[in-house]
């Protein structure tokens, strides 16, 4: 699969880690808006790794370079999205594997703490999780909602690390 993609122009590997994006947050909006489950700040943490890797895959498809530092750059910043994903994605995973009684305590809501603390001790706090973020909303195939986002952001990873990997090829 690496080899496909790095055979890929950087506006193929672009448009594809935006199909991805764009399924990613399909998903994350029917869970919220059919089947009513609200994110909580780990999920809303996701999102936003989801909608930079999107933003850098269609400024990358538009602007199409052909030369190895375009397509290195994009494909950089893709892969820089994504394992951001991955790692908040990861640490929602872990937080829900706790017992019960190394669950964090509630805290405030996000729109509060936004409104009220400086952002980097809001996204410090986001990081270190609440009770709510450890709860589990039903399983799909044996896994959770973060288990599986998790699984998504792998894939999505796959697709710069395979145009990073045209550039090594290339240039043999």
Known sequence: MITRLAAMNVRRGC????AMCVLMMGVALV????YGLTPCPLCIGQR????????VFVVGAVHNPAG???RGVYAGLGALAAALGVAVAARHVWLQSLPSESVPSCGPGLDYMMEV???WSVISRVL????ECAEIHGLLLG?????????GFAVLLLIPLGMLAGIVIRRR
């Not at 448009?15 to 935006?18: E, N, R």
């Open 15 to 18: 448009l594809l880690g935006l």
């Open 31 to 34: 869970l919220q808006y059919v």
């Open 48 to 55: 936003i790794a989801v909608l930079l890797a999107a933003l």
């Open 68 to 70: 190895c530092v375009g």
């Open 117 to 119: 603390l400086p952002l």
């Open 128 to 131: 270190s999780g609440s009770g």
């Open 143 to 151: 896994m959770s909602i973060p288990q599986w986002t998790l699984v």
